[in-house]
């Protein structure tokens, strides 16, 4: 099952109050990504948020159709309440307000998979 990685250019010195920004965010919504017709495309199984210096970065692990995940985030209360608090701490300000804006934020912040690998495979590029 793939992950990918979107990153977040933050001011350096506020890890902890970027801790409590995600400590405190509520629950998704819903893990279930489906496509205009209501079907099953992605589902999320988890993520992960790591900060170091200027750098915050957020694992996803998701099965299915990847392309609709920033669709499906961006309709996520979850998604906008954390946009909402992490401002004061980006280094760069960005347009996450609208799914278009949130769209292009997913897709230009992704960064590029170079090889995945799980205990039962050998390391696949991308």
Do not use: N, W
């Not at 109050?17 to 629950?27: G, H, S």
Request: aromatic share 8%.
């Amino acid at each position: 099952m793939p992950y990918a990685m979107i990153t977040f250019r933050v001011r350096p010195g506020h890890e902890d109050e970027l801790a409590q920004v995600f400590a405190d965010a509520p629950a998704l919504e819903s893990p279930v990504v489906t496509d205009e017709h209501g079907d099953q495309t992605a589902r999320l199984l988890g993520t992960g948020v790591f900060v170091k210096d200027d750098v915050l970065v957020r694992l996803v692990h998701y099965e299915g159709d990847f392309a609709g995940i920033a669709r499906h985030l961006a309709a996520q209360r979850h998604v906008h309440v954390i946009e909402d608090r992490i401002k004061p701490y980006l280094a760069d300000p960005r347009a996450t307000g609208t799914a278009d804006g949130f769209a292009a934020f997913f897709r230009d912040a992704t960064m590029r998979c170079l090889t995945q690998s799980t205990g039962q495979t050998h390391p696949t590029p991308l």
